[in-house]
Antibody
Framework: QVQLQESGPGLVKPSQTLSLTCTVSGGSISSGSYYWSWIRQPAGKGLEWIGRIYTSGSTNYNPSLKSRVTISVDTSKNQFSLKLSSVTAADTAVYYC???????????WGQGTLVTVSS | QSALTQPASVSGSPGQSITISCTGTSSDVGGYNYVSWYQQHPGKAPKLMIY???KRPSGVSNRFSGSKSGNTASLTISGLQAEDEADYYCCSYAGSSTWVFGGGTKLTVL
């Protein structure tokens, strides 16, 4: 059973960079045709797809966030990461890491981690 | 890339059937058979209920079904049960290796 766990600071100052890591257990991040993804959800609002990475390092990003987002993978640690620069209060949300199968649907989700942007 | 349109809320009584719509454009929902649906209970991570428009993952009740017509996808829940009360989100491939979610629908079981 694949499990994903987000980790990182719960509080980030405006204009700084939000950094989160997702640790994958129960399977190798390098095996299979999976895309490792980040999704966020502001309190009381809907889900927003942030982007994804394949184990080859190939990335795809939400056009509205593309200029500020970087997703990377560390296969030796079975982890992938999210960096979101120049954050504002609008970036306050629960951030989920997830696995997308065949790139077409998300079958495993982390529990989510709340990141608050505030001074 | 705009969010897909879902009704803010739907409701039904136990045993009834309800349908949640998800409207996009020919660039997302209408252009690809990659629509998925997720159920989210308060404070929990979303759970996959339907993928590739109408396929059900192992372990998901056959009371859940999906379909698509043109630019609108639909999730139907038959034989409503109290535990079905949750938020539901659709998601579609939007071209250029990007994905878009719907705004979410709150299902209330009366």
């Amino acid at each position: 059973q694949v499990q994903l766990q987000e980790s990182g600071p719960g509080l980030v100052k405006p204009s700084q960079t939000l950094s989160l890591t997702c640790t994958v257990s129960g399977g190798s991040i390098s095996s299979g045709s999976y895309y490792w993804s980040w999704i966020r959800q502001p309190a009381g609002k809907g889900l927003e797809w942030i982007g994804r990475i394949y184990t080859s390092g190939s990335t795809n990003y939400n056009p509205s966030l593309k200029s500020r987002v970087t997703i990377s993978v560390d296969t030796s640690k079975n982890q992938f990461s999210l960096k979101l620069s120049s954050v504002t209060a609008a970036d306050t949300a629960v951030y989920y890491c997830a696995r997308a199968s065949r790139g077409s649907y998300i079958d495993y989700w982390g529990q989510g981690t709340l990141v608050t942007v505030s001074s | 890339q705009s969010a897909l349109t879902q009704p803010a809320s739907v409701s039904g009584s136990p045993g009834q059937s309800i349908t949640i719509s998800c409207t996009g454009t020919s660039s997302d929902v209408g252009g690809y058979n990659y629509v998925s649906w997720y159920q989210q209970h308060p404070g929990k991570a979303p759970k996959l209920m339907i993928y590739d428009v109408s396929k059900r993952p192992s372990g998901v009740s056959n009371r859940f079904s999906g379909s698509k017509s043109g630019n609108t996808a639909s999730l139907t829940i038959s034989g409503l049960q109290a535990e079905d009360e949750a938020d539901y989100y659709c998601c579609s491939y939007a071209g250029s290796s990007t994905w878009v979610f719907g705004g979410g629908t709150k299902l209330t079981v009366l």
